[in-house]
């Protein structure tokens, strides 16, 4: 999203990175425990919020049971939501008059070491991520970096 990775779930984001932060998306309930703990709304330009989602504090990204609490927290939020079929397919199937093909997915499991790798290879930093030494072929930025999808 909005150039940096982002995890999927049935079509919807759970989490993902920008620019220095994390972000995930919570209930209402989940969102204020986690402003109390120190979390922020996560405006991607300042003074428009994006509902439902909000950034980790530094302090929970450097704990990981805490880091894998709040990414299962957001993932099974992410999979009580509606699913969404993907915008190419919808954009198919409304061109050819046709109903919507069902789109296989494969299915993948998000840890907390690989989105410690992720952000390490988004931001350059390779200090939380445990030891994960950058790729050879590693490109300052985010560019190449794909969604995670999971179902």
């Given at each position: ?23 995930v ?31 980790l504090?530094?302090a ?58 992720t ?15 950058p ?17």
């Open positions: 999203m909005f150039g940096y990775p982002a995890a999927f779930v049935n079509g919807n984001m759970f989490m993902g990175l920008f620019q220095d932060q994390m972000i998306r919570l209930p209402e309930g989940d969102r204020e425990t986690l402003n109390r703990a120190g979390g922020t709304a996560f405006e991607p330009m300042p003074g428009r919020p994006m509902r439902e989602y909000a950034v504090p530094r929970i990204l450097e704990n990981r049971k805490a880091l894998s609490s709040w990414v299962s927290k957001a993932l099974a939020y992410g999979r009580s939501l509606p699913s969404k079929a993907s915008k190419g397919a919808e954009k198919r199937g409304a061109a050819a008059g046709k109903p919507r093909a069902t789109i296989a997915k494969r299915s993948d499991t998000v840890t907390d070491a690989r989105i410690l790798e952000h390490a290879k988004t931001t350059g930093d390779f200090r939380r991520a445990g030891g994960v030494s790729p050879s072929s590693a490109r300052s930025g985010p560019a190449g970096a794909g969604p995670l999808r999971c179902s």
